[in-house]
């Protein structure tokens, strides 16, 4: 009689695979709670401790760790040499394996887990089984996915046992499953521990979805998700109305999120290529919206907006102008998404912003290995604020300087802002000095650069970036300050009478 070895944390569909199983001439073996699962629903089942005459001991830590069961998993079935010793040892091949692990992915994200509870949430027999099967796949049909239970099933039915085909690829996602949850365990205790850097780093990340093509429509490309990671991100959004999001759709909402949480204000932030073309904020988030589109009412088209205050029906009104491609809030009231899913291809993508939660890291791949840190959350309230000339900003100028820099942060280096208390005048991003971006940012913003503030990223190297604020009519500027030569853009806003700002923490963004 052929023997399946049953095994699992998830049940879903485990009684109805046993009872095909049986029904094939398979012999099962258990333990603890599928084993009582699989005899509350009538089937027959042998228990493990039965086949290795040794009890589960250390309250269930030890339960199939014997050789009377890896042994017959590690068997060649058609060795003539391994046959003997199974002969020997009175031990029995084992043709199929189900089995998946303890659930310590959901244990840790437990509002109220203990480093114990963690730790017994760590499987160490699961994964020997999985490991020794999928090793042995020539031999065992491993599965570990509820998914796999009807091809397993409908070729044991059909031939009498799996293809080789199918047993290569189960054992790969055995090793794949079985690498992702030791990763997990890994950076758990890492955490614990204070290891911010370890010598190893494994990351594991679950597809979300296969996308169309990538960058271009010549490349290849999925998404994939951080199942741990922040619930405030494009990963976790939940997409109530559009088509699929495809790859530069995802960059750039997520660009959009992570600009808009820096508002606490009423706010809308509109992106294109991961650069903000317009951000504003009022007393009402129709407001935001408003100055958010007169900031470039022509880059914003086919641009991707985010709103960090519900989409009600009047800013709903104005959204539906304008062709934008994502549209991304807290929420959407009832009237406000009627009228915005009349559009069919619009995508409507709600995140919790209540949760405000951050990834630990940013990660940046490039050809041959990663680029790790931790995320950019400084803001002025970290900043050691010094007004370096003889005139300080008024109120207003204030307001202007730090919407500017809460901007210019997201913005490609070398980065300008110009911007009043409202909204963005103009942007300057990713250009090779500082002074072409200031040109770009002042050209856009035109007169209305009159009485604005300028926010630049990283110091001035020399003072031609204040010259060119002053000749386009700034007032007041906020940068990081070091530059050997920050005196010569001291003297230079002074003499121009422009207030300047330094912050002592500047914001590349490559």
């Avoid at 031609?464 to 007032?475: L, R």
Wanted: charged share 20%; glycine share 8%; net charge negative.
């Amino acid at each position: 009689m052929k023997r399946a070895l049953l095994s699992v944390s998830e049940k879903v569909g485990i009684v109805d695979f046993a009872k095909e199983l049986v029904e094939l001439g398979y012999e099962l073996l258990s333990t603890g709670g599928t084993k009582a699962a699989l005899q509350e629903a009538g089937i027959p089942v042998t228990a493990v401790g039965d086949v290795t005459g040794f009890p589960e001991i250390l309250e269930g830590r030890v339960k199939t760790l014997h050789p009377k069961i890896h042994g017959g998993l590690l068997s060649k079935h058609d060795d003539p040499a391994h046959l003997a010793q199974l002969e020997e040892h009175a031990i029995q091949p084992i043709q199929v394996v189900c089995v998946n692990l303890y659930p310590f992915q959901s244990t840790i994200q437990r509002p109220d887990v203990t480093p114990e509870l963690a730790i017994e949430n760590i499987d160490i027999g699961g994964p020997s089984m999985l490991r020794a099967s999928a090793k042995n796949h020539q031999y065992v049909t491993v599965v570990t996915d509820p998914a796999d239970y009807a091809v397993v099933l409908s070729e044991l039915r059909a031939d009498g046992q799996t293809k080789l085909t199918t047993r290569q690829r189960l054992a790969a996602k055995v090793f794949r499953h079985t690498a992702a949850y030791d990763a997990w365990i890994a950076a758990y205790l890492s955490d614990m521990a204070g290891d911010e850097f370890p010598e190893s780093l494994t990351l594991t990340y679950e597809k979300k979805q296969d996308l169309r093509y990538g960058e271009n429509p010549h490349q290849l490309a999925a998404f994939y998700q951080n199942k741990m990671g922040s619930a405030f991100s494009i990963a976790a959004a939940t997409q109530l109305h559009g088509k699929e999001l495809s790859y530069n759709n995802i960059q750039d909402a997520n660009a959009a999120i992570q600009l808009v949480k820096e508002f606490e204000q009423p706010a809308a932030v509109a992106v294109k290529h991961m650069n903000p073309c317009g951000v504003g904020v009022g007393s009402t988030i129709a407001e935001a919206f408003q100055k958010a589109y007169e900031a470039d009412e022509t880059s914003i088209f086919g641009g991707i907006v985010a709103l960090n205050r519900e989409v009600d029906a009047a800013t709903a009104k104005v959204l539906g102008g304008i062709f934008l491609e994502i549209i991304i809030a807290p929420s959407f009231s009832e009237q406000a998404l009627a009228m915005l899913t009349a559009k069919k291809n619009i995508r409507l993508l709600t995140i919790p912003f209540e949760e405000g939660s951050q990834e630990a890291f940013n990660v940046v791949s490039i050809e041959g290995g990663l680029l790790v840190q931790s995320p950019d959350t400084a803001s002025l309230a970290h900043a050691n604020v010094e007004v370096v000339t003889d005139r300080a900003p008024s109120d207003e100028e204030w307001e202007a300087l730090e919407l500017g820099w809460n901007v210019v942060k997201h913005v490609k280096s070398n980065a300008i802002v110009v911007a009043n208390s409202q909204m963005t005048l103009g942007v300057g991003a990713g250009q090779m000095n500082r002074v072409g971006a200031a040109k770009i940012a002042l050209d856009q913003a035109g007169a209305q650069a009159k009485g604005s503030a300028l926010a630049s990223d990283a110091f001035f190297p020399m003072p031609d970036t204040v010259e060119a604020a002053a000749e386009a009519g700034i007032t007041a500027i906020i940068q990081p300050g070091g530059s050997v030569k920050d005196q010569d853009s001291i003297d230079k806003a002074n003499e121009l009478g422009i207030a300047m700002v330094f912050t002592g923490i500047r914001h590349f963004k490559h």
